[in-house]
């Protein structure tokens, strides 16, 4: 999956989570890192974050290029951890859901 529909998937979910009544805020919007302070009803707060690693990306092709993408929940020690596996449950569950109606075609590569 390319960055920009993981990027608008993370968007889209957050979103989402407005409407189910959590407060967003975003915190760092940039290439390659996100991070958005999500809290809920009970003022449990958990922050949602994605990594893209570009010190190790190797090069496809001139146009492309690929590395590995982190996200996860971040909270306080032994604080929200029920909200934040809500929240990381919730993400995968949209994820899911928008995955389902797209095409995806992989490339594998074999060694000959």
Do not use: P
Not at 28 to 36: D, T
């Amino acid at each position: 999956m390319d960055l920009n529909t993981f990027i608008t998937i993370y968007q889209e979910f957050l979103n989402e989570g407005r409407a189910k009544g959590w407060m967003v805020e975003i915190l760092i919007e940039e290439f390659g890192n996100h991070l958005a302070s999500i809290t809920n009803q009970d003022g449990i707060e958990v922050e949602f974050f994605i990594e893209l690693d570009l010190e190790n990306d190797v090069c496809l092709s001139e146009k492309t290029r690929q590395t590995t993408l982190d996200y996860g929940v971040l909270r306080k020690k032994g604080e929200g951890d029920f909200f934040a596996k809500e929240v990381l449950d919730s993400f995968h569950h949209y994820w899911a859901k928008k995955l389902a109606k797209r095409s995806m075609s992989f490339i594998v590569h074999k060694r000959s």
